[in-house]
């Protein structure tokens, strides 16, 4: 079987360009036949969603895709995966030393079931447990790891945005198995039924962790949709000059049943806390209408909301470079118009 990674320079429109980094590098091997692991994300009670996305970009590798549900009393949460399409096998581990899902015990598990099964590649979202775990899995395997795929092209070609996200690499991986986090937000999401693969114990051993302790974790609970699932997001920039002045797009959101994002700027500024970051060290986004209030288009910015499926930007400078990758745009002051769509819209 032929596998090719392909990382190469692009952008969108209006985004600027440099040609240092144009030259794309292509190179093929021959490799076994693909098997593919998913290391399944959740929280004891319901999937991650990321997972469902990675599910599908695993599938573009082979139909050969089983997953790895780890956790504490996690049983059900193999019985949902068992379920996604695409799947054909599910690999249950459950131990106390998984609390917490800390990368220092889920490796050393990892690792036994690639031990027993030699897969071909191996796969987890490009969220902070993905992220955790990949490299650590890749170190331990004397593997480079394939951070944040975005896009696969029959079967073999893989991109990844480096620069921000502003440039795609091309790449060529001999490594005898394939370390891949996958954006969840370039590849769509498997469907949740009409699966009916085998669940069975995973390989695992008895695995411990004397190297770290789950203390707690605190939730920040809100009415609004999650960031990254979130089908409309309203963004606030340096331009919305406080803390305070977000209170405008909370409002805006709720009445439109969005969530609610920041730039880099914001966060930095104190404005909100850094869970609403959206951008290349924040969140990934894809909603449906992308809201930009009061940001001026860094790239850093860019590469995390970019992929939008609409990109309104409302910024009193015309030539901010928000507009260069908005749909719509408005010139204007957001102390303005922010309050005047929120009547708009109450009205409907």
């Known amino acids: 079987m032929v596998k090719t990674f392909i990382y190469k320079y692009s952008v969108r429109e209006g985004l600027g360009s440099n040609p240092a980094l144009a030259p794309s590098r292509h190179v093929t091997l021959l490799s076994r036949s693909s098997s593919t692991l998913v290391i399944a994300e959740h929280d004891n009670q319901a999937l991650t969603p990321i997972t469902l996305n990675t599910v599908t970009a695993a599938t573009q590798l082979g139909e050969d895709v089983s997953c790895l549900v780890l956790g504490t009393q996690c049983s059900k949460i193999a019985d949902e995966v068992s379920k996604v399409a695409g799947v054909k096998k599910v690999l249950l581990a459950e131990n106390d030393a998984f609390k917490g899902f800390l990368p220092e015990a889920v490796t050393p598990a990892v690792l036994a079931v690639q031990q027993q099964h030699n897969f071909t590649n191996i796969l987890a979202g490009a969220s902070t447990f993905g992220k955790a775990v990949i490299p650590r899995v890749a170190a331990k395997l004397d593997v480079s790891p394939i951070s944040e795929i975005i896009g696969i092209k029959d079967g073999s070609t893989f991109k990844r945005p480096i620069y921000a996200g502003n440039a795609v690499l091309t790449l060529t991986s001999s490594d005898k198995v394939k370390l891949i986090t996958v954006r969840g937000t370039a590849f769509h999401a498997a469907a949740a039924s009409g699966g009916s693969a085998t669940v069975e114990k995973a390989p695992v051993g008895n695995v411990s962790n004397d190297k770290s302790t789950f203390i707690d974790q605190t939730l920040n609970k809100s009415d609004r949709p999650d960031l990254t699932t979130a089908k409309i997001i309203i963004s606030g920039g340096r331009g919305m ?19 609610v994002g920041a730039s880099r700027a914001a966060v930095d500024a104190g404005f909100v806390c850094n869970s ?39 910024n009193k400078d015309p030539e901010a470079p928000i507009f260069d990758v908005a749909d719509y745009g408005l010139v204007q002051d957001l102390f303005q118009i922010i309050p005047e769509l929120t009547k708009l819209v109450e009205k409907k």
């Open 241 to 259: 000059k406080s803390g305070e002045n977000f209170e405008m797009l909370y409002t805006l959101a709720d009445k439109l049943g969005g969530a």
């Open 276 to 314: 609403l970051q959206v951008g290349q060290t924040g969140k990934i986004v894809s909603p449906d209408l992308y809201i930009a209030v009061g940001i001026s288009g860094a790239i850093q910015h860019l590469a995390g909301m970019k992929d939008s499926k609409v990109i309104v930007a409302i």
